[in-house]
């Protein structure tokens, strides 16, 4: 082949992951501090570059050569440990050591900067990372969160002795957190959790058997179980802390039996635990225990949403790349009608759960200074994108791969890792039915429902708006929260429909986040999207009425072009 003739199959390896999604930073300006995002512009360059190269090749490299389980050294002795690829074991340098990912809500002097972060600065970097690697962001969620909930409820001598391991940027030294919640016959009914706690002087024995647990060499995790003669129900279930080794360096009485044979995160070691008597702390107050890790689960489900996202990014990131320079029938792909539909479905959903990803996170971060109404609003916004985000990705990921073709098929390249991947968040830390009754209970028990409208009407009150927009907007707004209403006031009668209700809420509150955004960008395209999602998600549609392609759709899928006549984003008209 000529070296001036383009190849047929567009690759854009190499190339950075940052670059190629230029409303990251301007829409992360939003979330952070100035200072702050100056201060982080050259980190999420860097981390952008090497996520579109040499974490990739990592990230490849360890998928294809999981973890394995040792039970014996070489000697005979019972000795178990889990045997991680070099390339994982590099990747767990890189965001664990290089950039801080887990430290960096917790401590100063991560990458330089005097006092801890908020969350948005964490999930803005992690969504770079994980459109490389998503397994490895499983110990990076449960090892923040573990360290959050460990501050927050842990008796003081338990925090001192085990809080600085959670948050040094010392890999060698660093203990990583995990979680053992899941039980063979509980599933989600943590009510169900048959695990026993029995008295130890100032400790506990546990004894018996978890099911799925991700990371299940971490050095610590957080365990539920039930205290022997506690109740039954929730309210006999509490919170424990689990070392890997006591304090004498013995290994603690718990075994890992065998590794999960896993669809996806196939980089990520994931096994089956049996307690046999390992000695465990109290976290926080007997009986209480999902109250408690709840705020952990609250963590670990906007984890489970920024990694959706960041999954999306990349599929997005791919799918556009490959139909804005492969040609087919004498023109681009990008410029034929049906992958303009597919890609316009595919960047909506995209957008929608970056922009969630962002609100929630500075929803936490507003709760945790203690504002008004902050924390209903972090109750519903978490379960709402790891419930709809999570979804969207499986599709996402599927069409990006579709628009790549027969390569997008073959393993050599992200798309599969991306689809397998993604089916993982819709099941982690609760099935999509499970989380979707949970914004249910949210509104019930938290008022979470006056709290996000609240929201969304201080965000339209800072958006210029055509009046029939606004009115739209209005409309949207009043039918989804009537609708949740009902949902939450018929209760079992009701609960068939508590997805629809859920996912009713995550279209309109990304609709008019993205729409505020798009007015403190100055940003008429993303104004654009925030109606289309009002459009395309909550509008009535007569699916067999046809339509014409409306003329400032190529537009819309090309970058924006410098040169081209500007509206302002008040001037954005019904769509």
Known sequence: MPATQEHPVPDRHGSSLFEADPELAAVASLYL????????LSHLQSLGAL?????????????????????????????????????????????????????????????????????????????????????????????????????????????????????????????????????????????????????????????????????????????????????????????????????????????????????????????????????????GEAGRGFQQMADMVNNSRLSNGMRAAGLMRRACTEAFHVARNRRAFGRRLIELPLMRRQLLKILLATEQARTMMFQAADAIRRADAGEQGAYALTRILTPLIKFRACRDARRVTGDAMEVRGGCGYIEEWSDPRLVRDAHLGSIWEGTSNIVALDVIRAIRRERSLPALRAHLAALLDATPLQAPVRARIDAAIERAAAFATWVTEAKASGEHEARRAASALYHVTTAVAMAWEAARLDAPRRMQLAQLVLKHRLLPQDPLEPADEPPWLPALLEPERTDAPRIGVADVALI
């Open 33 to 40: 501090p100035a200072d702050l995002h100056r201060h982080l």
């Open 51 to 283: 996520a579109g190269g040499t974490l990739d090749e990592l990230a490849l490299t360890a998928d294809r050569n999981p973890p394995t389980l040792e039970h014996r050294n070489r000697a005979g002795v019972d000795a178990q440990r889990i045997v991680k690829h070099p390339a994982y074991v590099e990747l767990e340098r890189v965001a664990f050591e290089r950039y801080g990912l887990a430290a960096m809500s917790h401590r100063a002097g991560v990458l330089g900067w005097p006092a801890p972060m908020p969350p948005a600065a964490k999930y803005a970097l992690s969504y770079l990372l994980v459109q490389a690697e998503f397994g490895l962001c499983c110990p990076l969620s449960m090892t923040d969160s573990l360290a959050r909930t460990l501050r927050k409820y842990g008796a003081p001598a338990l925090v001192d002795r085990h809080l600085p391991g959670l948050v040094t940027q010392d890999f060698d030294a660093l203990t990583q957190g995990s979680m053992f919640m899941t039980e063979q016959g509980a599933g989600s009914d943590i009510a169900a959790t048959t695990v026993r706690a029995v008295p130890d002087g100032d400790a506990f024995r546990l004894y018996g058997d978890k099911w799925f647990c991700s990371n299940p060499d971490a050095g610590l995790a957080m365990v539920l179980a039930r205290i022997d003669g506690a109740p039954q129900g929730m309210a006999g279930v509490s919170l424990f802390l689990l070392p890997r080794r006591l304090d004498g360096g013995q290994a603690n009485a718990y075994r890992i039996i065998r590794l999960k044979d896993k669809l996806g995160t196939r980089s990520m070691a994931s096994g089956e635990i049996r307690l046999e008597g390992a000695r465990a702390w109290l976290v």
